[in-house]
Antibody, heavy 117, light 108 residues
């Protein structure tokens, strides 16, 4: 059974940093495209970052140069390092496994990031 | 960036009736269109991909249609668990796959 479990969210001050983790089970993360999708309170969905099975990465303009996606193959874990956080980064962050065709087939339960002083 | 527009924002339908949700793309996405369902406090769940293919385990009352710029999600006979927010997503414009703003399906 495919499972994705996120952790690492919390309250952080503007300008601060957080690292989100997503532990994958039931499949090998390195063999798949993996994404981070966020949802601000009461708002829609935004894909903020993606790491391809081949290792290339993508970032939305809204997080470029502040967020870094990575993975630890030995732990089958995906990460999102978030620096210089802003109030507008407040959201639930979901880890997802992207099908090779492009849609997000499997989702984690999400972790809440709140940026506030 | 391809902009996805969903309508209506809120749809009120009685249980047992049919619901029709629309999604329009600002430019053609071919059949590279997915639909997701999200209930309060839960992660989105994939319903439809390829504009019309049901994901594993999705009941037959859910159906998708359309291609190019106009898409429809139809729920043929609403059950209580179907009242949720529905999002469309285009995955044509690699890798910036954009979502619509959502349609909230509520009980009439």
């Amino acid at each position: 059974e495919v499972q994705l479990v996120e952790s690492g969210g919390g309250l952080v001050q503007p300008g601060g940093s957080l690292r989100l983790s997503c532990v994958a089970s039931g499949f090998t993360a390195i063999s798949n495209h993996m994404s981070w999708v966020r949802q601000a309170p009461g708002k829609g969905l935004e894909c903020v970052s993606l790491i391809y099975s081949g290792g290339g990465t993508y970032y939305a303009d809204s997080v470029k140069d502040r967020f870094t996606i990575s993975r630890d193959n030995s732990k089958n874990t995906l990460y999102l390092q978030m620096n210089s956080l802003r109030a507008e980064d407040t959201a639930v962050y979901y880890c997802a496994r992207r099908d090779p065709s492009g849609y997000e087939r499997y989702w984690g339960q999400g972790t809440l990031v709140t940026v506030s002083s | 960036e391809i902009v996805m527009t969903q309508s209506p924002a809120i749809l009120s339908v009685s249980p047992g009736e049919r619901a029709t949700l629309s999604c329009r793309a600002s430019q053609s996405v071919s059949s590279n269109l997915a639909w997701y369902q999200q209930t309060p406090g839960q992660a989105p769940r994939l319903l439809i991909y390829g504009a019309s293919t049901r994901a594993t385990g999705i009941p037959a009352r859910f159906s998708g249609s359309g291609s190019g710029t106009q898409f429809t999600l139809t729920i043929s006979s609403l059950q209580s668990e179907d009242f949720a927010v529905y999002y469309c997503q285009q995955y044509h414009d690699w890798p910036s796959y954009t979502f619509g703003q959502g349609t909230k399906l509520e009980i009439k």
